[in-house]
């Protein structure tokens, strides 16, 4: 078995980014700033926004901990916050463009380790049109990284379907993170909003591609959520009672929210083996794929093992570590 994992949730930082030129005022555009050994702040407003090590761009630490994590491939998107989807659309259509090139030169310095998922300014749907067009058809990417909402709204809301038909039409893949997630002024204690709001984050973008219609109308899209799905797991056989017993809920959707969810894939992220089988055997085993979210603090340092941990056979192994990815991916 080829236990070379190919990581579908790692993250990007650019060691600098460019200065702001656009005509608006008060823009919350990224920087960067030294810190500790061998890290950086990436720096939003004048303030840090968060501390990264410098394998967040550095591509010889990257490999290493690669080759240490026994991964094969990492699929490269942008820190979730670099989406920027707060900007106006013509400076996040700028910071995009700057990223997705970014992204192309790692994949070019190391193609056969990396592939690159790419961002589009996905507040302003036509100009999210025109970058999916360049990202996929220009930079060859196999697909793109969105968030779980676009400023509040979610992204199963109608006004996303054109992005949604245009990647289906392209064969492309969705990558989705939680960001800025609800429920952070609910957060008791010590604990970060990755740990808390996250899992209920991501569950709501995957509800809302079931209960928005767009994974009814777009079968062949495919799409990936961050985390294991968080709390959609949980969430699915309320769906299921839902659309048996209520008749608006019936009347909106042709068949049984868990077929769409079985339609899925869903990242490994969950740190619990158990927790993992029990997803695959809720959603299916072909709809797991590994992920770490490299390089940041709240990962998976040892995804193969995470993996070989569940207790599955070798095939269902190798279609989590590898094979279930490369379908993700188009490959």
Not at 92 to 114: D, G, S, W
Request: charge should be negative; proline fraction near 7%.
């Amino acid at each position: 078995m080829n236990h070379h994992a190919i990581d579908v949730h790692t993250h990007i930082v650019p060691e600098s980014f460019p200065a702001y030129i656009g005509r608006n005022v008060d823009v919350p555009w990224p920087s960067m700033a030294p810190a500790h050994a061998c890290h950086c702040h990436v720096m939003i407003r004048g303030k840090v926004y968060r501390t990264v090590r410098q394998s967040a761009f550095t591509l010889e630490d990257r490999l290493a901990d690669m080759d240490r994590m026994r991964v094969g491939v990492q699929c490269l998107s942008p820190m979730p916050e670099l989406l920027s989807y707060w900007l106006p659309a013509e400076d996040a259509a700028v910071l995009c463009r700057y990223l997705n090139e970014q992204i192309a030169q790692m994949v070019q310095r190391h193609p056969t380790r990396f592939t690159g998922l790419g961002c589009v300014p996905l507040q302003d749907v036509e100009r999210a049109l025109v970058e999916l067009d360049y990202l996929v058809d220009v930079l060859k990417f196999p697909g793109v990284e969105i968030a779980s909402h676009v400023n509040g709204v979610s992204i199963g809301d109608a006004r996303f379907e054109p992005f949604f038909a245009a990647v289906a039409a392209k064969g492309a893949c969705v990558f989705v993170h939680a960001l800025r997630p609800a429920g952070k002024d609910r957060i008791v204690g010590a604990f970060s909003e990755q740990a808390v709001c996250f899992p209920a984050d991501i569950a709501l973008a995957a509800a809302s591609m079931i209960t928005g219609g767009i994974a009814e109308r777009h079968p062949d899209l495919r799409i990936c959520f961050s985390h294991g799905g968080g709390a959609f797991i949980g969430m699915v056989p309320r769906l299921s009672r839902a659309w048996k017993v209520n008749a608006k809920a019936a009347e909106s959707l042709p068949r049984d929210p868990a077929e769409y969810a079985r339609r899925f894939w869903y990242d490994s992220i969950m740190f619990d083996p158990e927790l993992i089988a029990h997803l695959a055997r809720r959603f299916g085993a072909t709809q797991v794929v590994a992920g770490t979210d490299y390089p940041f603090t709240l990962d998976d340092p040892d995804p193969v093992a995470t993996l070989e941990a569940t207790g599955v056979d070798a095939a269902t192994l190798q279609g989590f570590v590898r094979d279930n990815a490369l379908r993700f991916l188009g490959r």
